[in-house]
C-alpha cells in the first residue's frame, strides 16, 4: 500500500488494482501520509474512508482504521477511534446475543465508554488506547464465539464426512488387486499435477482466485493435463498385460476416472466438516469457503472430462492391439 501527498484541495482517491497474485491499494489525498505500508486487509478499506470523509463508520464494518496511513491530530485520532469502538461493541454484541444467547461483556463496553470521558477531559492518547483495547477485546470475543459455534457443529457433521470419505477406500482395500492400486496411485498423481498447476497459476486458494478460476480457459486447461496425463499410467499396465478386452480397459479408466473426482472432492468434504453446506451466521473465514467452491468447481470440470476417458482409452487400445498384430503378421509373413 502506497500513500502520496497531494494538494489538500483534491478529493481522496482510491485505487484498487488488482493484478493476478497480488492487489495494490492505492490511497492518494488530503491527510494522507506518504510513504510504503505493509500489507492491509480489505475490510480495512470501508472504516478507513469513512474516517477521511467524515462518515459514519457502517455499522457492519469488521475492519479497522489505518490510522498509520492517516495525518490527524491527536484529538481527532482519538474520536475516530472512539467511534470505531462504539460502533465495534455494538456489532459484538448484537453477534454474540443472537449467536449464543449472550451479549458482549460489561467491562469491554466500560472500556469504550471510559474512553469517551477521557476524551472529553482532553486526554486524547488515552482515550485512543482505551478505544483500541476496547475493539481488540470487541474482535477477540467474537472470533472465540464463531470458533465455538463452529466447532459445535462439526461434531454433527463428522459421521456422514467420515463414511462418505472412507468407503470408497474402504471397497478399494477390500478388492486387494493390482490394478486398482495402480487406479489409485493414478488418480493421487492426477491431483497432485492440479495443485500443482493451480499453485503456478494463482498461487493458493483464496477469495480473490475465484474469478481467475471461473473466468480463464487455464483451469479446464489445467484439468485437462490433469486427468489425461497421469491416466497414462493405468493404460500403460494394461497395454503391457496384454489379456485385456476393450471392457476392462473401459472399466479401469472409468475406476481411475472416479479416484480422481473422489480425491479431488476431500478438500470439499473437509470444508462441509469445517463449516457446513451454507454460509451461516458464525461466518467462518473466507479462505474456507473459497477452498470449498474451488474444490466443488473442479469436480465438476473433472467429472465432465473424464466422460470421454474410457471411449478414448479403448480406442486407443484397440489401434494398439491391431497395430501390434498387423506388425507380428507382417514379420512372419
Known sequence: MIGRESNPTQDILAVLLASGRTSALIIAGKGIKPGRYDAISATDIAPTLAALMGIPIPTKAQGHILFPILRLPEDRKAEKAIALARQRVNLADFYLVNLRGKGLKEGVKGDAIIAQSSFETGNYKEAFELAHLAIKEADQ????????????????RLPLVLIIALLPLIIALIQRRPLTAILFLG?????????????????APSYNTLYQVLSTWGTIR??????????????????VEGERDLVEVAEALAGYALFVVYLTALPALFCLWRIGFTVTWPLPPLSLYSVQFLSLWQVILTGLAALPLPFLGMLLFGILKVSARLGVSILIL
Open 141 to 156: 470475543a467474537m472470533a472465540k464465539a464463531r470458533e465455538r459455534a463452529i466447532e459445535a457443529g462439526q461434531w454433527h
Open 187 to 203: 488418480g493421487i498423481l492426477s491431483v497432485t499435477l492440479n495443485a500443482y498447476l493451480f499453485r503456478q497459476e494463482c498461487s
Open 222 to 239: 489445467r484439468t485437462l493435463i490433469a486427468l489425461f496425463v497421469p491416466a497414462l499410467l493405468p493404460f500403460l499396465w494394461l497395454l
